[in-house]
């Protein structure tokens, strides 16, 4: 799987894991197989480095987060009974770690925002955005990027949770209700308050 | 089923857009590596660790263990001991010993026997380790023990009557 090869998926592709596979890694690594466990940490590095960094909005803590979770993941990995999927408990672990560390954050009154390497000029829905619906055009695809991640940090951790999980990662409501631990009406209520808002804070760009 | 929204419609496209934001490249390929370097570190640190604290609660160890390092001689030494030991006490358990002197315990088996015992000590004074021959013939600890008895007692009664 090459780099933001997950990241870029849509909601129909998100692969399903082997689950075999998976627990035959899980149960290596248990057994304290680093090498079993190193395959277990590429293939979903991806897709957990992506949700922290749109939670968080920065490269370095996200790389911490990132890291973490899969450490604790480890450390922990004897109390993984395989109710779930293993790719549903370490998401677990992530947001849970994420969310505990933007309260943190917020406490600290400090936030910041660093750029990523953004390689959307040839996306035909940026396109469309930017040169047909967007009033200001000048706004260009940095200020709109700003915008956006200005206006999801604005939302809380759940609402901000939700939309990074379904629209920009493209997951489904139940596995979202699995990671969060709460039901498909709660997910749904969310995101569509969390949208709202959004649409709101973005009103100048969107309309 | 899930319905789409189409009011969101412009939002969802710009969210997607967040898909283009990547970490520096070649991030992913050194991240996993990371997570594995710092679980072996943790390691290491673990066994640090409980070394340390077998070091501080038993230090006599840390320092024969010092001791014996960087000294081979003792160390054999000290090994061929504890082997010598071994064998003498599997040649020493594995050898017919004399027999259990049971034949002349055999009659100490009763309570009456046993009380008769107890009163041969106390009677003829002159028995076994307890010395008791030092005491005048005809007297007892218990004797020693009498004065003791005659000493004021106090109780609730008396202080009042005070």
């Known amino acids: ?207 | 089923m899930q319905q789409p929204e189409p009011q969101f419609d412009d939002l969802r496209r710009a969210l997607k857009l967040k898909r283009h934001e990547q970490p520096p490249p070649g991030y992913f390929r050194s991240l996993s590596s990371q997570v594995i370097t710092r679980l072996r570190e943790n390691d290491v640190h673990d066994r640090a660790r409980a070394l340390d604290a077998a070091s501080w609660e038993a230090p006599w160890l840390t320092r024969m263990l010092d001791f014996f390092q960087g000294r081979p001689i003792y160390s054999g030494a000290l090994g061929a001991a504890a082997c010598l030991l071994l064998l003498g006490g599997i040649f020493y358990t594995s050898a017919p010993g004399p027999a259990p002197a049971t034949a002349d315990m055999q009659g100490l088996g009763t309570p009456q026997n046993l009380t008769g015992v107890g009163l041969a000590v106390t009677g003829d004074g002159s028995a076994g380790a307890n010395q008791l021959g030092a005491l005048p013939p005809g007297t007892t600890l218990f004797d020693k023990a009498r004065p003791l008895q005659s000493a004021p007692v106090f109780s609730s009664t008396n202080l009042l009557k005070k």
Request: one cysteine or more; aromatic letters at 8%; proline letters at 3%.
């Open chain 1, 1 to 207: 799987m090459t780099e933001g090869e997950a990241a870029k998926s849509s909601p129909g592709t998100v692969t399903k894991p082997d689950v075999a596979a998976e627990m035959a890694l899980v149960r290596q690594a248990r057994d304290g197989d680093l090498q079993a466990y190193d395959e277990l940490v590429q293939r979903y590095q991806e897709r957990i480095y992506a949700t922290i960094y749109h939670m968080t909005s920065n490269h370095e803590d996200a790389n911490d987060l990132a890291q973490e979770t899969f450490i604790k993941a480890f450390q922990a990995l004897r109390s993984f009974k395989g109710g779930s999927s293993f790719y549903t408990w370490v998401y677990r672990i992530a947001v849970n770690k994420t969310i505990n560390f933007l309260k943190q954050r917020r406490h600290k009154g400090h936030m910041s925002l660093n750029e990523l390497d953004f390689n959307a000029e040839n996306d035909p829905d940026l396109v469309a955005l930017v040169s047909d619906k967007t009033p200001q055009r000048d706004a260009g695809l940095n200020e709109l990027k700003k915008k956006l991640n200005e206006a999801m940090q604005r939302l809380s951790e759940p609402h901000r949770l939700v939309v990074t999980l379904h629209d920009v990662q493209g997951l489904p409501h139940e596995e979202i209700a699995e990671i969060m631990e709460c039901n498909i009406g709660t997910v749904r209520s969310r995101l569509f308050y969390a949208r709202q808002q959004l649409q709101g804070f973005l009103a100048d760009y969107l309309k």
